[in-house]
């Protein structure tokens, strides 16, 4: 998979070789590069699809597809609040032994208070809220709580390369008395490095500690996304594997992803 979308960015690299445009590609260099930024003034909609496998005692799949929009909102001529929305559309075989449950998983949307300009040296920052609803459709997929938390984020954009972290630790506060109660910290640290041709590789984990079962679950995952066009749209088409280095008993051995993402720049004020 990562073969061909190298094999189509470089198919596409010199096409623009014998044609090139400089500003065109410095753009979509720019653009890339925001895309890396979590907390960019940029509208996006990402359409993340996971597919895991070995879980469960059969060791069955599971599949994921994340629909992820972002959407900044000024606030002053200083601040944004950056809008995160996860919510997930599941399918899964035989994790639970004999059955297959097909539904929405529980929400997670998150509210980041930033800084409109970096701070010197590319450093940028960002904190508020985040929330987790309980929109799940199937008792296994979704825990059946309300849980909050406080989220953070913290990188650095040097030359071609965005690297940071983003944490969160969320407590349920409402929902089912027979469900379990989520105490639950969340750590990404990531790495990526864009092109000139809008080639972004990135290298990142979305390990999660759950204090109640006292357990991690740690994918570390490596995926290449290619900034290009369809018509007039600026899309990003990409994907990628994923191994789990720690996981629950029963839990996934590794999985593959694939993303395609919708992007829409802010126009530039005056």
Known sequence: MIAFILLTASTETRAQEV???QPAMTQDHELAKQLANPVANLISVPFQENVDFGNGPDDGWKST??????IPVA???DWNVIIRTIVPIAYQHDVVPGSDEFGLGDTAQSFFFTPRQAKAGGVIWAIGPEFLYPTATDRYLG???????????LLKQAGKN???MLANHIWSVAGSDNRSNISS???QPFFSHTTAS?????LNTESTYDWKGRKWTVPINLTATQLTHMGKQRISVGGGVR???SAPRDGPHWGVRLIFTLLYPQAPKK
């Open 19 to 21: 044609a090139p445009s």
């Open 65 to 70: 597809l994340n629909i992820q929009p972002v």
């Open 185 to 187: 910290t969340f750590l």
């Open 162 to 164: 965005t690297f940071g």
């Open 243 to 245: 191994y789990y280095a």
């Open 198 to 202: 809008a080639l972004t590789i990135g």
């Open 143 to 153: 825990g059946k709580k309300w849980a909050a938390g406080p989220t953070a984020l």
């Open 75 to 77: 606030l002053t001529a």
